[in-house]
Nanobody, 123 residues
Framework: QVQLVESGGGLVKAGGSLRLSCAAS????????MAWFRQVLGKEREFVAA????????YFADSVKGRFYISRDNAKNTLHLQMNKLKPEDTAVYYC????????????????WGQGTQVTVSS
């Protein structure tokens, strides 16, 4: 199993940047595919980015391509999401997630979730 704790959310003006982090517990972190999702209250959870267990493969939602970057450091059991050129529509609660098996862009593929961290982008 793995426990996930997120940090780095906050308030930022449009065009600014934020870096989210997710600290994972457990010695099997390197075997999990990881992802970031976001959700606005009353809306469906939305896929943002995913990364393979080794970090060799990454995938991004079209809405964030070229602006967001996902990375992981298996030696430190951490996951990151670098968010640049932020837009008001990026405002949401951001969650990190882990999949013990294959993980792609569907929330049901991930079995472990962090508590979420709020990102608010003002215009």
């Amino acid at each position: 199993q793995v426990q996930l704790v997120e940090s780095g959310g906050g308030l930022v003006k449009a065009g600014g940047s934020l870096r989210l982090s997710c600290a994972a517990s457990g010695r099997t972190f390197s075997s999990y595919a990881m992802a970031w999702f976001r959700q606005v209250l009353g809306k469906e959870r939305e896929f943002v980015a995913a990364i393979s267990s080794t970090g060799a493969g990454t995938y991004f939602a079209d809405s964030v391509k070229g602006r967001f970057y996902i990375s992981r450091d298996n030696a430190k059991n951490t996951l990151h999401l670098q968010m640049n050129k932020l837009k008001p529509e990026d405002t949401a609660v951001y969650y990190c997630a882990a999949a013990s098996g294959f993980g792609y862009s569907l929330s049901r593929e991930y079995e472990y979730w962090g508590q979420g961290t709020q990102v608010t982008v003002s215009s």
